[in-house]
């Protein structure tokens, strides 16, 4: 599990730090990892360290100093370090230390991308977490040149010109190989867009005490997938794994129907009751004969997905709240919400459903999808997950949003949301949390968009999340019975107390 802290909180942390350590030795201690990763980078690249050309473009403020304490270390290292004066005045102690290592300075007008072709490495200290979002055009340019070069950059804590705590990324900013950060991670660098621009990420301890800190955001790893997947006992039988019941398509959209039944079944439901369109059933009895379609016992329910208009939206979805059961309300569905919902309803828009949730635009939502999120949690009562680029589920009163696993935008599609919505319902139906069950469905249809990149068809595509899920379980049997899966690829790690409730309050309350 990866944690981030606004900037708020992480100057909070700092200011912590500081009056133990003072703020020399923390950005002492920012630039010695930030140096030996860079060093890392020139030596996997160019074979050796001694004699690489160094370009570091260097801010106004401490993100400056760190690069150029940085650049000071590679100077000793018998690298040619230059630096250029990108923006405003350089930190002045961190510049004498350059130059005393036999580094220079040259200032930003003097500074030409053609300058740049002989450069090995650029280290990206122009702004850090005190830094508003977009570049001067100039200076953008040259970075724009560096990355047409392919020159590897480092990016000095995050990638210079996105939005710190929402993850936006104007036209311009850095897109970075590696970005060396310190102390914890910030929302940037796990929310798309930004997340994508800081290429390989580094955490540097620099002894920042978060323990007592409530995240803003809780990202999921694979491991953490693994380790929480309700994987059946020994014993377990249709209903200890889950009966979904379904409820979703239309005349008109019959597809929306058969793919999230197919999400219910690949995602590992014990049974699928379909009650939903009869032209969706139509196929359903054909592709997926083990779904029945009478009424009997169910234990999560999912309803929306492809019902268009329906006079009856309101009586089923209140009836259904009135039930009590888990129940996940997709696409047309959330036209029909009453005016509170228990945090074990699941609501599953996209941003333009998000958007109209709470009567904002849908660049609104886009600008800042951690805040919105969390908002129509709190407004509706329900827990919420927010569909695209980064998956993000908030519970009503919850503080930290959780991440889910990110994947490739090949999911980006007709009917992926639909799948994710069967896959949500089938986690439900076997007893997890709803805010977990919402992150293990979404990580797990990203991570099998990973393992089998291309244009796959939705159901397609859930039955290679049958195929992920498979793998927690071959890891399971491993440790239960110790033989080796042949499939085994999923390193599955014990949850630790800190992953599942620990310091970080995963499930603080505001
Ligand atoms: N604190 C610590 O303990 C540690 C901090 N560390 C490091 O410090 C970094 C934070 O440093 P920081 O606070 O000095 O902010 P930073 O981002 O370098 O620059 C702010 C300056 O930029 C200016 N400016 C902003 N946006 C602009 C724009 N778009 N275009 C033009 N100018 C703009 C802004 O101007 P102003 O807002 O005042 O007008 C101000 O002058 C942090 O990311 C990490 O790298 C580490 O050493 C570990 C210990
Ligand atoms: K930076």
Known sequence: MRYAFTVAQTRALE???????????????????????????????????????????????????DALYAGQRLARRGCAVTAVQALGRPHAAGLAALLAAGGRLIG??????????????????????????????????????????????????????????????????????????????????LIEPAA?????????????????????????????????????????????????????????????????????????????????????????????????????????????????????????????????????????????????????????PHAGELARLLGIERAEVSADPATAVRRAADDTGATVLLKGATQLVAAAGVETVEVAVPGPAWTGQAGSGDVLGGLCAAVLAAGVGTRTAAVLAASVQAMAAARFPGPIPPQQLARHCASVIGEFSAALLHDLLGFVGSARSVDRAKPTRSSRSGPHGRDGRR
């Open 15 to 65: 200011e912590a730090a500081f009056a133990v350590v003072g703020g020399a030795a923390l950005m002492q201690r920012a630039a010695h990892g930030l140096s030996v990763r860079a060093a890392d980078l020139l030596a996997a690249d160019r074979g050796a360290v001694y004699g690489a050309r160094v370009v570091v473009l260097v801010g106004p403020g401490n993100n400056g100093g």
């Open 196 to 348: 994508s621009r800081c290429g390989q990420l580094d955490l540097v301890d620099i002894g920042l005490d978060e323990s007592r800190t409530v995240p803003a955001l809780a990202a999921w790893e694979p491991e953490d997938v693994a380790a929480h997947w309700p994987v059946p006992g020994p014993t377990s039988d249709k209903y200890a794994r889950g009966v979904v019941g379904v409820d979703t398509g239309s005349q008109v959209y019959p597809g929306a129907g058969v793919l999230s039944t197919c999400g219910a079944v690949h995602g590992g439901a014990g049974m699928v009751r379909f009650l939903g369109a009869p032209r969706s059933a139509e196929i359903i009895v054909r592709d997926l004969p083990n779904v029945v379609f009478g009424e009997g016992r169910v234990q999560s329910w999912l309803v929306g997905s492809g019902w268009g208009d329906r006079a009856d939206g309101d009586d089923v979805i209140a009836g259904l709240v009135a039930e009590g059961l888990p129940l996940v309300i997709d696409a047309d569905g959330l036209r029909y919400l009453p005016a509170a919902l228990p945090g074990n309803v699941l609501l599953t």
């Open 108 to 189: 930003g007008d003097r500074f030409h991308d053609q300058d740049l072709a002989a450069a090995d490495l650029v280290i990206d200290g122009v702004l850090g977490i005190g830094g508003r979002p977009g570049l001067p055009d100039d200076l953008a340019a040259l970075i724009a040149g560096a990355e047409a070069r392919r020159i590897p950059i480092v990016a000095v804590d995050l990638p210079s010109g996105v939005d710190t705590d929402t993850g936006q990324a104007p036209e311009g900013s850095v897109r970075a190989t590696r970005t060396v950060t310190f102390g914890t991670f910030k929302p940037c660098h």
